[in-house]
Each structure stands twice: as C-alpha cells, then as structure tokens.
C-alpha cells in the first residue's frame, strides 16, 4: 500500500482498542428463528426491523417474482432518463393514500430520501434544529446541506422553543427534524408538540418514521396516526425496508413538495430507480398491511407480553410513552453489553449488543416480530433475568 494511505492501520488499530471494531455476521433468511454463519443452534431473532414478518412471506416473494419476469432485475437507469416503471407510481400512489398526503416519492434507501431531501430544502442561508438522538442520516444529511445547525436535547420541547425564539428570526427557512420512533431508544418524539412549534415558528417539520411505518396507527400508517396527528403540512419520511420488508425509502407530502424534490433531490435525480423487485414487494406488503391487519396485532401482543415480563422482573428499560417493538436494556459499558449479549446467544436468544458510536451508551436492543411466539417471549425473558441487569 502506498504512503498515501499509511495512516489506515494505525487508524483501525485504535478502533480495536476503543472497543469500536465491528464485524458483520452472515445468517439465513429473515424469521423468527435463523441459523449464523457459524452454522451453530437454531437463535430466536431478536435483532431484525422485519417487525410483520413480510420479508419471506409468501405474497411478498411472488410479487417480487413476477415483477423480475415483466420488468427485468433493474430499473437500470435514472428515473427521469430511462428508469421509469408503472410499478414506481403504483407505488408512489400507494404510500401517498396510505400516508394520507397529496404525494409520495420512492428513493433507493431511507438514508438518500433523507439526505436528498434535507440538502434540497435547505443551505448555508437557513436553519436546522434537530433532536441529538436523530438517526445518522439525519444528522449526515444536515450537515452535508451547510445549513446552521443546532441539536436540542433529546425530545426536550421547551429547549427547542429556545432554540427557535433564539435563532429562527435570523434565516430565511428553518427546518426541524426528528425521528418518529426512535431507532436505538424506541421511544415516540413529541410530535404534536413539535409541530405546534413549527407552525408558530413557520418552520417546517421532517419525520423520519422509518421505525413507525408499518407498526403504529389504527391501519399501521405510522407515529402521526398513533398519535392522532394530522398528515397535512409536515414532510413524512420513511423506509421500505423494515415493517415492509423489502428496500427503498420515500418522502410523503404536498404535492408541490414532491414536485420540488423531483426536480432538487440530487439523491433521487442522479440515482438508478427502484428496482421491480423492491418496488413491487414493498408495494404488496403495503397492501397486506392494511388488509391484514392480525400481523400487526400479533406483535402488539408480543411486545405488551415482553413489557409485563420485564416490568415483573424489575429488569431497567429504557421509557416509551407508545408501545413500540424495540426494547432498549442500558448496559454500564462495552465488555459488560459484549459479555450479555454472548450470555444470550447461549441461551438460545440473538439480541443486539449496542455500543458506541452507534449510541452515546451501551445497551441491548431487543426488536420484536409479528412471528414470535409466546414461547419465544418467555424464552428470551428467562435468559435476560439470569442476566441480572
């Protein structure tokens, strides 16, 4: 390796010795149950964001299928070049009914619907106030638009209005951000309050609801359903890939926010469409979602049956003010979340060691799918008390 790029090892040595070393770990198909790499005893999968179960199910699959033998593999091109399909505003119409909103647009991940979207919006001449929990991309997308940027503390409203009363006054557009569902906390933000801010502030409101679409709300629309919150004038972000179980991300709004974006949002301008596979899976999981809605209640079920075993145990979790499927158990340091999550793994139960950077503290975070069983609950509930956190 040249000199050029000496600084390399040096540099990954001291991620080794700072406990940040990672190293992904191959298993089967998303489910209930999965097999690692190391072809070892069956684990429950308390690590996925396939929260419905949808990534292997039968009708996804097909749909997938049939969309690869009429459309080919890949959009193969940008969608304003050669890269339109139907399936893409079959799909933009879907999220847009769903969401309630005027208008949706599919990107090819949830970090570039992010990204493009917050770098469009807004530039050096604005604002940006954002929750310090947010997820990464929100925080990469903020500072790659140069827009000021300031984060309030964790879902701390009057911080905010601080914020704002202190700053707004001096930039031509302010932009506030947050997640929906937290994805390493799983708490709920603030929404209505929130958005009672941006309307007094004329700020406008981005919701990354990657973690509440599909899981949350009277037909599973997301946090603002949840919460009995309004889908008109706020920009609602959210993922494919999760509850849908398939891949992408999309931006809901008015119309004439999608209209800016299709012009503005480099990330969707200057990238290959959706794939047919991806753009019709998610599109035939959306409709599950909302015709069937027993895959939703099952995991309601589980995570109220895991919240009462963990509250009967005195076991410390992180609060949520909204049932969520992601637990989050604090961990006072690295070697201590490393060692419980190997305990679990004996026990038969895949759980997600967190730790820094990803998180500002260590925990474990426990997701949970529409497939567990009760059995799989109680499991993992007597490994975590022999834990004794």
């Not at 929260?51 to 969309?67: C, E, R, S």
């Not at 975070?365 to 956190?389: C, E, F, K, M, V």
Request: aromatic fraction near 6%; glycine fraction near 8%; include cysteine.
């Amino acid at each position: 390796m040249s000199q050029a790029f000496a600084w390399l090892e040096p540099a990954l040595g001291a991620l080794q010795r700072a406990h940040w070393w990672r190293q992904p770990r191959a298993s089967s198909a998303p489910a209930a149950l999965v097999t690692l790499e190391d072809g070892g005893q069956p684990l429950i999968n308390f690590c996925s964001n396939d929260y419905l179960g949808l990534a292997t199910h039968p009708a996804v699959k097909a749909a997938a299928i049939q969309a690869i033998q009429e459309w080919g593999t890949g959009a193969t091109g940008s969608r304003l070049l050669s890269g339109e399909r139907p399936l893409h505003a079959e799909l933009e119409s879907a999220i847009a009914h769903w969401k309630g909103t005027e208008a949706a647009l599919v990107f090819s991940s949830g970090t570039a619907a992010n990204i493009g979207t917050i770098a469009a919006l807004v530039d050096p001449r604005d604002l940006i106030l954002a929750d310090s929990y947010n997820h990464a991309c929100l925080k990469k997308g903020a500072r790659l638009s140069r827009a000021t940027y300031y984060e309030y503390r964790h879902n701390d409203v009057e911080q905010l209005r601080h914020y704002l009363k202190k700053y707004r006054h001096q930039y031509r557009r302010c932009l506030i951000l947050s997640d929906g569902v937290f994805s390493m906390d799983g708490d709920v933000a603030p929404l209505p309050d929130i958005r009672q801010l941006g309307a007094e502030f004329t700020a406008m409101v981005l919701v990354d609801d990657a973690h509440g679409t599909g899981v949350l709300g009277a037909t599973g629309a997301g946090t603002l359903e949840a919460l009995g919150q309004s889908n008109t004038g706020v920009i609602q972000m959210g993922t494919l890939s999760k509850a849908l179980g398939s891949l992408g991300g999309y931006i809901a709004g008015d119309q004439s926010l999608i209209t800016y974006l299709r012009h503005r949002a480099s990330t969707w301008v200057y990238s290959t469409g959706l794939s047919p596979a991806d753009t019709a899976a998610a599109l035939a999981a959306i409709q599950m979602v909302q015709s069937e809605p027993q895959h939703r209640q099952a995991l309601h079920d589980r995570i109220q049956q895991l919240a009462i075993g963990l509250a009967k145990g005195g076991v410390q979790v992180l609060p949520r003010s909204v049932p969520t499927p992601i637990f989050c158990l604090p961990a006072p340091d690295v070697a201590t979340v490393q060692a419980w999550g190997q305990q679990l793994q004996a026990q038969g139960c895949w759980v997600a060691a967190v730790r820094p950077p990803t998180v500002p503290y260590s925990r474990l975070r426990i997701t949970l799918r529409a497939d567990h069983t009760p059995q799989h609950i109680d499991q993992l509930l007597t490994a975590l008390l022999s834990l004794h956190i």
